[in-house]
């Protein structure tokens, strides 16, 4: 009779594929959190994650469970005030809906200039002008977050 060996766990190495259960949280509570729901797959190093989570998830192996607390800035970078930008109201009715009302904290998608992606802004401020002044400033730069991963398979 033979013993049957059960193959080493997998691990997390730079273009791996991976499907996980993650929760990414910030000052204000969860941002994204998948333990309730169905896991993540996502592609190490295709641009899914902050670099500053991907080198945390780089040597973890399947099946373990890890949590991070990541220092303000450096999962999402700092603050940076040349990111607050007016956008005159004529342009937003042009990229989007002329009847659109924007409103304190609204997240508005637009797209970048070779229309192959987007990128998100979030309302600051509105002018009696339709103006809107966008934060274009990932949400979480310049806090801490933490980041709890159970991964779940490694290919």
Not at 88 to 100: F, M, S
């Amino acid at each position: 009779m033979s013993a049957q060996t059960t193959p080493p766990a997998r691990t997390v190495e730079d273009g791996a594929f991976l499907t996980l259960h993650y929760r990414l949280a910030g000052p204000e509570g969860d941002i994204i959190n998948t333990f309730d729901g169905l896991p993540s797959t996502l592609t190490l190093g295709a641009g899914e994650l902050s670099p500053a989570m991907e080198r945390r998830l780089v040597g973890m192996r399947e099946g373990e469970r890890a949590t991070w607390e990541i220092p303000s800035g450096e999962a999402f970078g700092d603050k940076n005030p040349e990111m607050r930008q007016w956008v005159a109201r004529r342009l937003l009715d042009e990229l989007g809906d002329p009847q659109e009302a924007y409103t304190l904290g609204d997240v508005v998608q637009f797209p970048t200039p070779d229309g192959a992606s987007s990128y998100a802004g979030t309302v600051l401020q509105v002018r009696e002008d339709g103006a809107v002044l966008f934060d274009f400033n990932h949400p979480l730069a310049g806090h801490p977050v933490t980041f709890e991963v159970q991964l779940i398979g490694v290919l």
